[in-house]
Antibody, heavy 117, light 112 residues
Framework: QVQLQESGPGLVKPWETLSLTCTVS????????WSWIRQPPGKRLEWIGY???????NYHPSLKSRVTMSIDISKNQFSLKLGSVTAADTAMYYC???????????WGQGILVTVSS | DVVMTQSPLSLPVTLGQPASISCRST???????????LNWFHQRPGQSPRRLIY???NRDSGVPDRFSGSGSGTYFTLKISRVEAEDVGVYYC?????????FGQGTRLEIK
């Protein structure tokens, strides 16, 4: 069974860059698409974007100017960078697999990232 | 963006009784390939979401058959035929037919 695990700092200062990595086990990252989804406290889940093993990406329009996703097939990992963060970016961040168009199935356990000085 | 609206937001249910959650979208969800990418997830406290239903009515492996999904166009429903204690938590609908994909605000199911 595919498992995903997020890692990275739990605290980021305002206007700095949030950097997270998702490590995939139990399956190869050289297939499917891979996504980042977040949930601010008390708010609904929100897509950030997704990346294909080829490196092609698609980002949420409202975050597009600040987001970069990358993939490292040799490490079976993919990453998220979100620049110029503010308190509004405080959220639980999840990575998830996209096995087919229009849906995700396996999720990581999530990592809480707080933006604060 | 397509807005997904769920109701009710809170759903107290007696064990063994049925439950139903509705989800409306501001646009039709039929994708260009003819599929309707409407999914349902369940999130227990302290856990990540688990997919229950994909493409309106397809149950994921291991999901009890007391869960069923239906609907078309802009109106969709998740039904639980007999609620069990393990069903507590928050249920989300999600549309993947239009980018950005979007989630409903969640329905919290609790046991009376």
């Amino acid at each position: 069974q595919v498992q995903l695990q997020e890692s990275g700092p739990g605290l980021v200062k305002p206007w700095e860059t949030l950097s997270l990595t998702c490590t995939v086990s139990g399956g190869s990252i050289s297939s499917d698409y891979w996504s980042w989804i977040r949930q601010p406290p008390g708010k609904r889940l929100e897509w950030i974007g997704y990346i294909h093993h080829s490196g092609s990406t698609n980002y949420h329009p409202s975050l597009k100017s600040r987001v970069t996703m990358s993939i490292d097939i040799s490490k079976n990992q993919f990453s998220l960078k979100l620049g110029s963060v503010t308190a509004a970016d405080t959220a639980m961040y999840y990575c998830a697999r996209i096995p087919a168009p229009g849906t995700v199935d396996y999720w990581g356990q999530g990592i809480l990232v707080t933006v604060s000085s | 963006d397509v807005v997904m609206t769920q109701s009710p937001l809170s759903l107290p249910v007696t064990l063994g009784q049925p439950a139903s959650i509705s989800c409306r979208s501001t646009q039709g969800l039929v994708f260009s390939d003819g599929n309707t990418y409407l999914n349902w997830f369940h999130q227990r406290p302290g856990q990540s979401p688990r997919r229950l239903i994909y493409k309106v009515s397809n149950r994921d492996s291991g999901v009890p058959d007391r869960f069923s999904g239906s609907g078309s166009g802009t109106y969709f429903t998740l039904k639980i035929s007999r609620v069990e204690a393990e069903d507590v938590g928050v249920y989300y609908c999600e549309q993947g037919s239009h980018w950005p994909a979007t989630f409903g605000q969640g329905t919290r199911l609790e046991i009376k």
